[in-house]
């Protein structure tokens, strides 16, 4: 669907997030609105707006980047709704799927409470794995100077989103304390299928990975 706002939206989030170099792009920005969308078709439930603008809007100022203050994100979406004159309602709803969708730590629950932040959870659990999520993977921990691994440090599952947060462990790490049980936590089959083949790729990278370290691969 198309409508004025979310043309608006996508607009002010594509000049906002043009070459940002984490992986919290514009690119990945659009590939989850449009995964979202996709998600959406065996959905038909759902608010087709609520989930395009909460889609765009989800990493409009994300935690990670915001001195881990959670509400940054909800704050900033409720202001540029409000720019737009949005109807209150659709900015609550939008708000709360911002505040559902971050995964948190992997003994942590992100339960969400509408179809719609099931179809953005997924939507951003999808980019996070496969050929692009390892590649996202690999530009956040270099955005944030971390080694590629070290094997003497191993990985956690935190199980508090307070200890997930201070985590700085290298990057291959978050393969075992995220990416690999992304599969495993997403709410919709049509997200479970897309997930099958990116979640089989990244396991054989991390085996190759693994092997190409320690100088024994084929
Ligand atoms: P979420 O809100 O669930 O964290 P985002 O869209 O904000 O989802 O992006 C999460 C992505 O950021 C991860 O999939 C990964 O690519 C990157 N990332 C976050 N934390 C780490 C980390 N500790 N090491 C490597 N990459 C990370
Ligand atoms: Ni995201």
């Known amino acids: 669907m198309s409508s004025p706002l979310i043309t608006a939206t996508a ?14 792009d514009w690119a990945h920005i659009r590939r989850v609105w449009l ?25 409009i100022a994300d935690w990670k980047f915001h001195g881990g203050d959670y509400e940054a994100g909800p ?18 709803r939008v708000e709360t799927i911002i505040r559902e969708v971050s995964f948190k730590g992997l003994g942590v629950e992100t339960p969400v409470s509408s179809v719609e932040a099931a179809l953005v959870q997924d939507a951003d659990r999808l980019d996070a794995i496969g050929a692009i999520g390892i590649a996202r993977a690999f530009a956040y921990g270099g955005h944030k100077g971390r080694p590629l691994h070290d094997p003497a440090i191993a990985p956690v599952a ?3 989103f307070a200890s997930y ?6 990057t291959l790490n978050h393969f075992y304390e995220k990416l690999l049980h992304l599969k495993d936590r997403l709410h919709t089959d049509a997200a479970r299928q897309v997930a099958q083949q990116r979640h089989a790729y990244m396991e054989t990278y991390v085996a190759r990975f693994l092997a190409e370290w320690d100088g024994v691969d084929q």
């Open 158 to 160: 935190h199980d508090s």
């Open 11 to 24: 607009a002010f989030i594509e000049q906002k997030f043009a070459g940002e170099g984490s992986g919290h």
């Open 75 to 92: 704050r900033a979406a409720r202001e540029w709704l409000r720019s737009q004159e949005a109807p209150e309602a659709l900015i609550a």
């Open 35 to 59: 995964m979202a969308r996709r998600l959406a078709v065996a959905a038909p439930e759902a608010d087709q707006e609520v989930t395009e603008l909460a889609a765009l809007l989800h990493d």
């Open 165 to 170: 947060q201070l985590n700085t462990a290298p």
